[in-house]
């Protein structure tokens, strides 16, 4: 168990539509960051927050967007969803946002999107 | 831009050896990780190399060349249990975001 909560494990709808993913970093963990992984795909970054502002942007799609709010947790919104979102969305935390030195990330288990 | 190479697929035999390699082209280095990740589940830690060398730890050892964007992941007596993906990963810039290599998926036999 990394420390990491995602919710929800798994989340099944339709073209068109929002859902809300969202994250708890592990305790004490500042910073968090959204991946995404699609089938047979590595993991693709899409942003990172660090104690509620966002630190670095990935090739995050327009219609995606997060936040990180004060109790450090973080939501990742997803609208007028296509078949090709359909993926694993993984949430990491670690305790630093950046530097030279970087920290081990601890990953959720993450949310099944499929979207039909 | 950032580029990370590493091998879609391998097959080794249960008890042996078998090293994954890591190629990598990044503006700035600050680190290289590998995870590993099974099917459908959350990757996790393995190693971290940031200067030049071989760093062991238990079954795995990993070795990193940063004159020649070069690293390996290497698994000793393999177990049926080791078959999975294994991410390269680099960090670099000042954020603390890792860029992943495709991975590369592990199938170890009887």
């Known amino acids: 168990d990394s420390g990491v909560t995602q919710t929800p494990k798994h989340l099944i709808t339709a073209t068109g539509q929002r859902v809300t993913l969202r994250c708890s970093p592990r305790?004490?963990?500042?910073?968090v960051y959204w991946y995404q992984q699609s089938l047979d795909q590595g993991l693709q970054f899409l942003i990172q927050?660090?104690?509620?502002?966002?630190?670095a942007k990935g090739n995050i799609l327009e219609r995606f967007s997060a936040q990180q709010f004060p109790d450090l947790h973080s939501e990742l919104n997803l609208s007028s969803l296509e078949l090709g979102d359909s993926a694993l969305y993984f949430c990491?935390?670690?305790?630093?946002?950046?530097?030279?030195?970087?920290?081990?990330?601890?990953f959720g288990e993450g949310s099944r999107l499929t979207v039909l | 831009g950032q580029n990370i190479d590493q091998p879609t697929e391998m097959t080794a035999t249960e008890g042996a050896i078998v090293q994954i390699n890591c190629t990598y082209q990044?503006?700035?280095?600050?680190?290289l990780f590998w995870y590993q990740q099974h099917a459908g589940e959350a990757p996790t830690f393995l190693s971290y190399?940031?200067?030049?060398g071989l760093e062991e730890k238990g079954r795995f050892s990993s070795f990193l060349s940063r004159s020649k964007g070069y690293s390996y992941l290497l698994l000793k007596e393999l177990q049926m249990k080791d078959s999975a993906s294994y991410l390269c990963?680099?960090?670099?810039?000042?954020?603390?975001?890792?860029?992943f290599g495709q991975g590369t998926t592990l199938q170890v036999k009887p």
């Open positions: 190399n940031v200067l030049d």
């Open positions: 990491a935390s670690s305790l630093k946002g950046g530097g030279a030195t970087p920290g081990e990330l601890f």
């Open positions: 305790s004490g963990d500042l910073s």
């Open positions: 927050y660090y104690n509620g502002e966002e630190r």
């Open positions: 990963a680099v960090h670099s810039g000042n954020t603390g975001k890792l860029i």
């Open positions: 990044t503006s700035g280095f600050n680190g």
